[in-house]
């Protein structure tokens, strides 16, 4: 990809070797290198109508009366992790962005900074997942960018993507969550923690060996098929970094109600527990990339629930807690011993680069 | 989790929370000791579950809450040497010293490292033999002896660019200056970890010269309700002594592997405690035999004047004479994003567990 230019999709031959290649400076140059790297990569995996166009900009058709638009950037450190990649994360964040706005995500914007020197071979790989799960989620990359910097001046590869959506007028008012109100159940679909958990376990320098697989997933597909049933879905938010702890926080802060969860039925692994207990976590505050919050009027919550068990990024969803009229402003946890205290928002970094 | 659901079985807890009710006349305080206490009991909410009658106040056992800014100061100026890499636990590096921070020095580009055990600060080390790595020693008996154990391995192995800053502090001292300077307790939930190293002969002067009770606690909360209704039953029955609630981990005669590595490596010295002052004979030095792994020794700097911040009663709470809500600073001018004191940086600081859990 040159520089803001749409992607060609003329595939030559290289003689680029993809097994013991390096990426060069060359190939953020806009020169011969650029378009061998687009060529041979980016336009080989991503391949739809739109990125043909070849124009400075994606050109796209209008649809709908409102549309939802948001950027991500991502720095994950390892780049690989059990359950996915830098490049699974890249799309379903956004993807992820858009749904819980309660748009219908369609297009993405993809932009890399790849060190020099960073292995042809892995961000092969990269790519190939980000095509997949773009596919799979039904969206189109449309656009793209590359620029490589001397070697030490990035970590190996940092992407940032771009996302457009659109949405029913009707959903207009679930990314602000003004319809909530006490009575109102919460539900998340499924285990929280697994993400940051499986991050951390990845980096090589704790030593420590677990099965625990990032939940990283697009999720626009569980979110579409429940507001098909629901008109009472009055809030959504996916529970990335600062985790579920961080979003509960955020829904009561200056509101004039509160909320109270209750601790037994939140679902935590057991693997994601115990290497919470080894390093001191609260699974409350991990992050997570495949995990939705939502708000839900009383009388929808058990159909809303059953709906999006029926997905398979939903299976462990349960209700775990409601909006109350009392303690205003904050989120109270009933821990599972009987006792009460306060889910306060995630102060500092508890966890760096973990998206 | 094996070993840890047991120990938070609602039924057990409910179960002592009604044997306490059902004991407790008198109203009591009681202290726990140790910072990893006082997180236990606001992550659980506890004193939702207690009787009127008790209050718990946090005690002086947050290791990072009770350090000096001048060793803080005297870090960041190690930091600041292009020979030094610094290797510390994850709580120092946000502490306030006097006019820095490890994270700030971080930033402006000193090689500062989180590790999670000492070893991971020899492995720097023996990669790093062109640096001098100085690994921040703080805690109390508890992790004492991990810096002893690595000092010794170093000098086995050694790695001669390996060297410690002991922040290492003993537990006794600074809970008997407690009762001397007149603070109003009735028992100690004695810290678990500590006593798991000592054993339990260090606190016997407690009941014998003070008449007031210690029991040596787990972490979970069925070990914390079960260490309550314990000194509740002691202090109703007037019969206060020395009790182990958590004989899984800890033996009456302690771990004495550990305690001779203890000796061999340090030495007592008075040291300076935030809110109890200088305490005799609480602070372990690296002695002569091993001073060429002291960094006080090794490396000179100079270090800035201290500055303690205003308003901040870190102190006070240290000594349970305040709680955290009573601080001016306190969830307004000091959160654990932006902490004044370091009883809001620390994860074992009460100050910061009130605000996660209690506010």
């Known amino acids: 990809m040159t520089t803001t230019t749409t992607m060609t999709t003329i595939i030559t031959l290289t003689t680029m070797n993809s097994k013991t290649e390096k990426i060069l400076l060359g190939h953020g140059s806009g020169g011969k290198l650029s378009h061998e790297l687009i060529d041979t990569l980016f336009a080989r995996h991503f391949k739809n109508p739109i990125l043909d166009q070849q124009s400075d900009s994606a050109i796209i058709p209008l649809v709908g009366s409102h549309m939802a638009y948001t950027t991500d950037s991502f720095v994950v450190d390892p780049l690989f992790f059990p359950g996915g990649n830098i490049g699974n994360l890249a799309v379903a964040g956004t993807v992820n962005d858009l749904a819980v706005s309660g748009a219908k995500p369609l297009y993405l914007s993809v932009g890399f900074i790849i060190e020099e020197g960073f292995s042809y071979s892995e961000l092969e790989k990269i790519v190939i997942s980000m095509a997949e799960d773009a596919k799979s989620a039904g969206v189109t990359i449309v656009t793209g960018d590359t620029k490589v910097v001397d070697k030490g001046k990035c970590d190996k590869v940092f992407i940032n993507t771009s996302g457009i959506g659109v949405l029913n007028k009707i959903h207009t008012e679930i990314s602000s969550g003004s319809k909530i109100k006490p009575g109102d159940k919460i539900i998340i679909n499924g285990s929280i923690g697994d993400h940051g958990m499986s991050v951390m376990a990845a980096r090589n320098e704790l030593n420590i060996k677990t099965h625990i697989t990032s939940d990283c997933a697009c999720l626009n597909q569980l979110i579409a098929d429940t507001l098909k049933i629901s008109n009472n879905i009055k809030f959504m938010r996916d529970a990335t970094r600062g985790g579920l702890g961080t979003v509960l926080s955020e829904i009561v802060t200056g509101s004039d109600y509160g909320i109270q969860v209750e601790e037994d039925n939140l679902v935590i692994h057991e693997n994601v527990r115990g290497l919470c207990e080894l390093l001191g976590f609260d699974p409350l505050y991990v992050a997570n990339e495949g995990k939705v919050v939502l708000v839900v009027g009383r009388e929808d919550a058990d159909t809303v629930l059953d709906k999006i068990k029926e997905s398979p990024f939903g299976k462990e969803a349960s209700i775990i807690g409601e909006i109350s009229e009392i303690h205003k402003g904050m989120a109270w946890l009933n821990t599972n011993v009987g006792g009460k205290r306060v889910i306060e928002m995630l102060s500092g970094q508890q966890l760096p680069r973990i998206c | ?359």
């Open chain 2, 1 to 359: 989790m094996k070993y840890i659901d047991e120990y938070r079985n609602k039924g057990m807890v409910q179960y002592y929370a009604g044997q306490i009710k059902n004991i407790s006349t008198k109203h009591i305080r009681l202290m726990e000791v140790c910072g990893g206490h006082t997180m236990s009991i606001q992550k659980f909410g506890l004193p939702y579950l207690l009787p009127e009658t008790i209050e718990l106040v946090s005690g002086p056992g947050c290791p990072v809450c009770v350090t000096s800014r001048e060793y803080i100061d005297r870090a960041v100026a190690y930091s600041r040497r292009d020979d030094v890499i610094i290797t510390t636990y994850g709580d120092l590096i946000r502490v306030p010293g006097s006019t820095s921070t490890l994270e700030k020095e971080k930033a402006s580009g000193a090689d500062i490292r989180i590790v999670y055990s000492i070893l991971d600060a020899m492995l720097i080390a023996k990669k790093n033999r062109r640096k001098k790595v100085v690994f921040l020693g703080i805690g109390f008996e508890t992790t004492a002896p991990s810096s002893a154990a690595g000092i010794i391995k170093a000098q086995t192995a050694a790695l001669n660019n390996f060297l410690v800053y002991s922040a290492h502090k003993v537990m006794p001292p600074a809970m008997e200056t407690l009762i001397d300077e007149g603070v109003n307790i009735d028992g100690y939930i004695g810290p678990g970890h500590v006593s798991t190293i000592t054993g339990q002969g260090i606190y016997m002067n407690i009941p014998k010269k003070y008449n007031m009770g210690v029991v040596i606690s787990g972490f979970e909360p069925v070990d914390l309700m079960q260490s309550i209704y314990m000194l509740v039953q002691q202090i109703e029955d007037n019969d206060p002594k020395v009790e182990i609630q958590y004989t899984r981990v800890v033996k009456p005669e302690g771990n004495i592997i550990a305690q001779q590595m203890l000796d061999e490596v340090f030495e007592y010295r008075d040291d300076w405690w935030r809110g109890l002052g200088i305490l005799k004979n609480s602070g372990l030095k690296i002695n002569k035999k091993y001073e060429s792994y002291d960094a006080e020794k090794m490396i000179e700097v100079e270090v800035e004047p201290t500055i303690e911040p205003k308003g901040c009663i870190c102190g006070l709470i240290l000594k349970g004479e305040k709680k955290p809500k009573d601080c001016g600073l306190f969830g307004s001018t000091c959160t654990p994003s932006d902490p004044v004191g370091a009883c809001m940086v620390s994860s074992e600081g009460a100050c910061q567990a009130y605000y996660l859990y209690n506010r």
